[in-house]
């Protein structure tokens, strides 16, 4: 069994996790990883967007990252076939 702790959550978080533990018919601790991992996911998208546009306003860096990606993308046509 996985290792597990205690959390405090407001009144209202709980209520809204136990209706869609019911709702989904899982347990309230799946719910709350589910939604602690989508979060995550967001929260790394919208820091690499970030970091993105602080590049693109700098066009020597922007440029950099540009001719390096265009350099990755060239090895799809390597002539390599998919993990093998």
């Not at 950099?64 to 093998?84: H, I």
């Amino acid at each position: 069994m996985a290792e597990t702790t205690t959390v405090r959550v407001s009144q209202k978080t709980r209520d809204v996790l136990q209706q869609l533990a019911r709702q989904s018919n899982e347990p309230m601790q799946l719910v709350l990883s589910k939604a602690v991992e989508a979060y995550r996911r967001r929260w790394v998208l919208e820091q690499t967007n970030r970091a993105y546009a602080a590049l693109k306003v700098k066009p020597e860096l922007w440029a950099e990252e540009t001719k390096e990606r265009r350099a990755w993308e060239q090895t799809l046509a390597d002539g390599l076939e998919g993990d093998q």
